[in-house]
């Protein structure tokens, strides 16, 4: 007989983790180690125990799911951490798989088949829901760099707008004041493009977007009075 699978369960739903947590307890392929509410809380569990797995809300409290997928895989990487979600479009579920998620499961698609699903993840397996919003996950790709450039792709176009602006060399606050929207605005929103992206600085993204070719439809930004520098981009 295999052993049980040793599982943390990380939802901040109370009524939904307790259903979660009385299914997990019932299969005999799974042992029910921990329930945690917030991302802090799993982050401690896992690194303290180092599960064999950890099944997390995508929408966890206090620490973003891809963070803490990141902080507990990079103290505990033998753990393998599955991505559990109301919302299956491809966005999150992209946004999972680049944190290091190895498995995505859709919250509708749970069922008493659960624990036979975590045992074939446990052995090995990669299993994505199928998103809402695309006949396949993930998406083909031949390298890391047309993964990433996918990703930016999905861009909403007031993105679109943002990112045009930084290839053109403009500050945070000239962005800004382009878009009619706040400093600390821009800020958040450019951290939240280069999360699942992997990069730190403006440089970076800024070459991405290009090499993506996602300047090609994008309604120009005004020049402002002070005109920019712009980031020298490599040639095709």
């Known amino acids: 007989m295999q052993p049980r699978i040793r599982v943390h369960l990380a939802d901040g739903d109370y009524f939904l983790r307790l259903g979660l947590e009385s299914l997990l307890a019932s299969s005999p392929d799974v042992e029910l180690e921990a329930v945690t509410g917030t991302g802090d809380e799993a982050i401690e569990a896992a690194l303290d125990k180092r599960p064999d797995l950890v099944?997390?809300?995508?929408?966890?409290?206090?620490?973003?799911?891809?963070?803490?997928?990141?902080?507990?895989?990079?103290?505990?990487?033998?753990?393998?951490?599955?991505?559990?979600?109301?919302?299956?479009?491809?966005?999150?579920?992209?946004?999972?798989?680049?944190?290091?998620?190895?498995?995505?499961?859709?919250?509708?698609?749970?069922?008493?088949?659960?624990?036979?699903?975590?045992?074939?993840?446990?052995?090995?397996?990669?299993?994505?829901?199928?998103?809402?919003?695309?006949?396949?996950?993930p998406p083909h790709s031949t390298s890391k760099y047309d993964f990433k450039s996918q990703l930016l792709r999905q861009a909403s176009p007031r993105d679109r707008r943002l990112l045009h602006s930084l290839t053109q060399g403009y500050t945070n606050a000239q962005i800004a004041s382009l878009l009619h929207v706040s400093e600390g605005t821009v800020k958040a929103q450019l951290a939240k493009i280069m999360e699942p992206l992997d990069i730190s600085n403006r440089v970076q993204l800024a070459v991405l977007v290009v090499q993506a070719g996602l300047l090609d439809d994008v309604r120009p930004t005004a020049p402002l009075s002070a005109g920019p520098l712009r980031y020298a981009t490599p040639r095709a």
Do not use: W
């Open 55 to 137: 099944l997390m809300e995508t929408t966890i409290r206090d620490v973003s799911s891809p963070e803490a997928t990141k902080r507990i895989l990079a103290g505990a990487p033998a753990t393998r951490l599955v991505m559990l979600s109301a919302a299956h479009d491809i966005e999150t579920m992209t946004r999972a798989h680049s944190a290091g998620a190895c498995s995505y499961l859709a919250k509708n698609a749970v069922s008493t088949d659960l624990g036979v699903a975590l045992r074939m993840i446990h052995s090995g397996n990669m299993i994505f829901s199928k998103p809402a919003d695309a006949d396949q996950f």
